[in-house]
Structures are given as structure tokens and as C-alpha cells.
């Protein structure tokens, strides 16, 4: 469902609050992402196949859906990004189930596809991960750098992994391991990372016991001590 917002001030009140249209269903499905750039709203949904629809004119009218990857999933983070003409889109496949400290999951590859011309037409989806245990995806995009961190279980714990495009998705750098865990089952998490200009922002949380989580975040310079 879809719900637009407009900030206005009440006069009398002296507060502020927002006006939101009525809801709009755009699909159905497991997992959802949107992103906007300009007037156009992007969004991606569903699972085999992933779908995707946009608006040209700030989501008053839609495009019929169209699909995007016809198997995969999207996992629930910042798995789309657009900039100028270019649109971005992360899903899973090559899916692989198990179970760790806390319960059943199901992680995959990470792939993408790319639109060059906002929308209308993709690339041939580009895999960025071979390990079978991809979890938890975001992606950022600064100029023509974008940024991708996720969790990871290929060593049946959980670490926080890295990856950046300095071409806009053209070519990408080798992984980089931004947190191990220690513990069997368990491990850093939920990564989430923001950019701007030369600057990354990673955090994600780690269990130093079952109840609590710590957050924890990094920031390095375009991340060349890295490479």
C-alpha cells in the first residue's frame, strides 16, 4: 500500500502535522522497496516473480507492473536506489534455508539489475555474491559511488560484509569484511549503511547476549583503507 503526505502547519495549533491521501494498493507479495528521485517514484514487491512499477508524477498514477526478476526475493531493507536516469535494484536468489541462534532463515546471492533510463528499461541482472548466505541487504548511492553491505552466514556465523561500485554499478570492488562474529549461530547484524560525498556510514548490532543488542558504526573515507 501506497500513502502520500504532505507537510502543512496548523495555524490556529501552532502545530505541525501531515496530510496523507487515501491508501493505494500497488501489489501484493513478500517484501517491498521504494525510491524516489525528482517526480518519479520507483518501487519494487513480490517474489517469483519480483515486480516492479513506477510513477511519474509523485505516485498520483502508476505504471502497470512489469517483472523485474522472475525468481528471487526482496529482503526487507534498502534494496532499491535511483539516481538522475539510473535505478538500482538488489533481490536474492540461489536460496539456501537453515537455522541459526534464533530461527529459521532463508539467504541467498545478492543480484542486480540496472535501468538506465529511469524505469523503462534494465540490464541483465549482474551477480555480487557467490556464497550462497546473503542476509539483510542496504545499499546507498553517492554520486557515482554505490555502497552495498549485508549480512553474512557462509562461515555459520554471522558477519557484516562490504562491496562499492565507484562507476555506478558498471564494475565493483572485491569484498570486504567490515565485522566477524565469534560465535556459532550468531554474530554482528542488520547492517544498514548511508552515504554522503566521500563519507560511508555502516552500523549494525551485535548480541552480547541473547536479550540486548549494541549498536555499533563505522566511518572511513570512501573506504580506500580497504583497499
Not at 168 to 184: I, K, M, Q, S
Request: proline share 4%; with cysteine.
Amino acid at each position: 500500500y501506497l500513502k502520500q503526505g504532505v507537510s502543512k502547519e496548523d495555524i490556529t495549533a501552532g502545530l505541525a502535522f501531515a496530510q496523507w491521501d487515501p491508501e493505494i494498493q500497488l501489489g501484493a507479495g513478500f517484501g517491498s522497496d521504494i525510491a524516489v528521485n525528482g517526480s518519479t517514484v520507483h518501487l519494487i514487491y513480490g517474489e517469483n516473480p519480483i515486480l516492479y512499477r513506477r510513477s511519474t508524477d509523485n505516485g498520483s498514477t502508476w505504471s502497470s507492473p512489469i517483472i523485474l526478476a522472475s525468481t528471487g526475493r526482496i529482503h526487507l531493507t534498502d534494496m532499491l536506489q535511483a539516481s538522475g536516469s539510473d535505478v538500482w535494484a538488489l533481490y536474492l536468489k540461489d536460496l539456501t534455508d537453515f537455522t541459526d541462534w534464533c530461527c529459521p532463515r532463508t539467504a541467498g546471492d545478492i543480484y542486480m539489475k540496472r535501468s538506465r533510463d529511469g524505469g523503462l528499461t534494465a540490464d541483465s541482472e549482474v551477480r555480487l555474491t557467490t556464497s550462497h548466505k546473503a542476509f539483510r541487504i542496504s545499499m546507498a548511492v553517492s554520486g557515482d559511488r554505490l555502497d552495498m553491505v549485508w549480512g553474512d552466514y557462509r562461515r555459520g556465523i554471522w558477519d557484516v560484509y562490504y562491496r562499492r561500485s565507484l562507476d555506478r554499478g558498471n564494475t565493483w570492488g572485491p569484498e570486504v569484511v567490515l565485522a566477524l562474529g565469534d560465535t556459532p549461530g550468531d554474530g554482528p547484524g542488520r547492517p544498514q549503511v548511508a552515504s554522503l560525498g566521500d563519507s560511508v556510514h555502516v552500523t549494525w548490532g551485535d548480541r552480547p547476549n541473547p536479550v540486548t543488542k549494541s549498536a555499533f558504526i563505522t566511518t572511513l573515507d570512501r573506504f580506500d583503507v580497504y583497499y
